[in-house]
């Protein structure tokens, strides 16, 4: 039999927000200045009340994605929680999609896990 059937497909890039894991476990060695800079941006983004309510709808919503019609109702006006939302982002805890009028918001399995891993570790 003639392989000629065989089509090879493109292997596709990450999007451009996709999220990179934060840093090692703080135990593992010290950080250097970028993964400490990242690390702290994440945490600090999540300092905020506002920001770490956005972030907990996000990740518990059913799915692993909200639409930001279903997790306004923080407290807030609507443009704070865009604001919040976009601070998220930058420091790369969320990702997003638009769908027609709404923006679908994402929490990366990599964010978590590298959070995660960066302090269990350091809990041991």
Request: charged fraction near 25%.
């Amino acid at each position: 039999m003639s392989n000629s059937s065989v089509v090879e497909l493109p292997v596709l890039n990450q999007p451009d927000d996709a999220v990179a894991p934060c840093c090692p476990p703080l135990t593992e060695r010290p950080l250097d200045a970028e993964e400490a800079e990242r690390a702290a941006r994440m945490f600090k983004a999540l300092g905020d009340p506002v920001r770490l309510r956005l972030f907990s709808a996000v990740a518990s919503h059913e799915g692993g994605e909200a639409c930001v019609c279903d997790i306004s109702d923080v407290g807030v006006s609507q443009p704070t929680v865009s604001h919040h939302l976009k601070k998220l982002k930058d420091a790369g805890l969320l990702t997003s999609e638009r769908r027609g009028t709404w923006v679908y918001y994402r929490v990366e399995p990599s964010v978590l896990a590298a959070m995660g891993q960066l302090l269990t570790a350091a809990a041991r």
